[in-house]
């Protein structure tokens, strides 16, 4: 009996850890994409959270590791809010489509606290060897494989022109998105995201097959001024 | 006599002076480049340079004037590098390309140590209020509208479709170059810089007149593929 209790009490304090990690990797992301991932020191993260340094120390046993799970942390939060939702969509351009509208979503309601942590490490490690860049450079060139695999679908099923530059395309629409996160986060620009969707519906125009041109609308966007905000969007 | 010594002594001390705040600054945009401005620090910036603390506090009062003056180089750089020969172009489409142009080069040339100041600095200074936020998003608006100012003048000289909404125009453009610093600079992706012409060319076509449809090239290139490296680009 006594051998159960304890391993039950193991089973307990484990799971406790596990959650406390959690804990501190949800507040911790929040800081880093702020401050960014450099900043973001142990001793930074036991102020904010009034925990010790060395109780840190026990869950990340480096700065290294602390930003590797953080980073782990961010692709789970951006899965959740992002390719989640997104995938209900049925495969092809309406999936494409919902990638591309809950990632602007995403930024427009700031799930971090800096703008897409995404982008902010990527432009903060770029020049910074190691580990650290390796997987921030991994799951965004995954992220932006996902876009052109959806477009290569779409392709398939007859949604999108085959003479299509698929790569360009992702290039394009990628883009659009991250400039949208790049303008509202540094002039608090929320017309970005009209901008960037106005742009999204253009490039797929000039993609789609006639029969699909109904679903998008025909008129190309960038020709067209908005009416004076008469028009909803 | 002694007077007019003494005069030539101070002017050529202060010569001297401004000579060395201007190779620290040099030094200084390429850390915060790649490292960040946050990241330097007088003291980072003392052993990178081999002099001491207190003759840099001396050129330099506080972290924040190094950042403001910091910035204020990158900007002189800035407009050494992309600006001065964009605008040896002729007014209209023919310099709004230039700019552009310029603009990749300086990227593909890596100008900076850690890929295009102006984007690094957005992207970690863009939560951080103060006056170096202030003045990054000042200068990167003003770049913007550059671009956009350009297009208008485009249309104003009938090159550019009067109904081609500028605003959109700049956004779409200035994302294309953005996101080649971006691929390039995590990825290595030297690719990205064609991939940007291609969608710069794109959306300028679409809003050319039919008059200057020649200058461009007829073909949409989103709708093309590339002929497997045949081509010379």
């Known amino acids: 009996m006594k051998a159960i209790a304890d391993i039950r009490k193991q089973k307990?304090?484990?799971?406790?850890?596990?959650?406390?990690?959690?804990?501190?990797?949800?507040?911790?992301?929040?800081?880093a994409s702020a401050e960014g991932l450099e900043g973001l020191t142990i001793g930074?993260?036991?102020?904010?959270?009034?925990?010790?340094?060395s109780g840190l120390f026990g869950h990340f046993g480096s700065k290294e590791e602390l930003q590797l799970a953080v980073i782990g942390k961010a692709r789970e939060i951006f899965v959740r809010e992002v390719v989640d939702p997104a995938f209900q969509g049925e495969r092809g351009i309406v999936r494409l489509l919902a990638m591309l509208e809950e990632w602007l979503a995403y930024v427009g309601r700031s799930v971090f606290?800096?703008?897409?942590?995404?982008?902010?490490?990527?432009?903060?490690?770029?020049?910074?060897?190691?580990?650290?860049?390796?997987?921030?450079?991994?799951?965004?060139?995954?992220?932006?494989?996902?876009?052109?695999?959806?477009?290569?679908?779409?392709q398939i099923l007859g949604q999108l022109d085959t003479r299509t530059d698929t790569g360009q395309l992702a290039f394009e629409l990628h883009a659009l998105v991250q400039e949208a996160n790049w303008s509202y986060n540094l002039f608090q620009n929320r017309q970005a995201f009209d901008q960037a969707r106005t742009g999204i519906l253009d490039r797929l125009r000039q993609a789609t097959t006639p029969g699909l041109l109904r679903l998008l609308g025909k008129k190309?966007?960038?020709?067209?001024?908005p009416a004076k905000r008469k028009e909803p969007k």
Request: proline share 1%; net charge positive.
């Open 12 to 31: 307990d304090k484990a799971a406790k850890g596990e959650k406390t990690r959690q804990e501190i990797l949800e507040a911790a992301v929040h800081i």
């Open 44 to 53: 930074r993260l036991a102020d904010e959270l009034h925990l010790s340094k």
């Open 113 to 154: 606290r800096g703008g897409c942590f995404f982008m902010a490490s990527a432009i903060e490690f770029d020049s910074r060897p190691g580990q650290v860049r390796d997987l921030i450079a991994d799951l965004s060139r995954s992220w932006l494989e996902t876009i052109e695999n959806e477009a290569r679908h779409a």
């Open 220 to 225: 190309s966007a960038v020709k067209k001024k």
